[in-house]
Nanobody, 128 residues
Framework: QVQLVESGGGLVQPGGSLRLSCAAS????????MGWFRQAPGKEREFVAA??????????YYADSVKGRFTVSRDNGKNTVYLQMNSLKPEDTAVYYC???????????????????WGQGTQVTVSS
C-alpha cells in the first residue's frame, strides 16, 4: 500500500514557475514508477510526466505539451517526487495528481490505468 499527498499548487502568472511535491509513504514506495497527471475543467485526465525507479535507470518521460518546461525528479531519501514547472501557460491550469504504479515498461508509463495509487490532487492556476 502506498499513500500519496501532493502539495505546492497555487496561482501563478503566465511565464512563472511552481514546484509540486508528492510525499509518499509505504514500505516499498521507491519500487514504484511515479507519475504526474492533470485534469482541466471539462477535460479528461491526461499524462504529464513520469519517472522510473532507480534500478531501471530513473528515466524521465514527458508529454509533448510540457517537454522542455517541466522536470520530474525523485528523492528516495525524502520519499518525495517533484514536478518543477517553468514557463507556465494558462493552458497548464488544472488539478495535478501524483500516482504510483509497479515498475512499468517505457511504452506504458503514460497509461493512467496502470497506476494503482493516487493522491488527492493539487490545484494549479496560471492566470494574470
Amino acid at each position: 500500500q502506498v499513500q500519496l499527498v501532493e502539495s505546492g499548487g497555487g496561482l501563478v502568472q503566465p511565464g512563472g514557475s511552481l514546484r509540486l511535491s508528492c510525499a509518499a509513504s509505504g514500505s516499498t514506495w521507491n519500487s514504484y514508477t511515479m507519475g504526474w497527471f492533470r485534469q482541466a475543467p471539462g477535460k479528461e485526465r491526461e499524462f504529464v510526466a513520469a519517472i522510473a525507479i532507480a534500478w531501471r535507470g530513473g528515466s524521465a518521460y514527458y508529454a509533448d505539451s510540457v517537454k522542455g518546461r517541466f522536470t520530474v525528479s525523485r528523492d528516495n531519501g525524502k520519499n518525495t517526487v517533484y514536478l518543477q514547472m517553468n514557463s507556465l501557460k494558462p493552458e497548464d491550469t488544472a488539478v495535478y495528481y501524483c500516482a504510483a504504479a509497479p515498475p512499468l515498461p517505457d511504452t506504458v508509463v503514460a497509461a493512467m490505468n496502470k497506476y494503482n495509487y493516487w493522491g488527492q490532487g493539487t490545484q494549479v492556476t496560471v492566470s494574470s
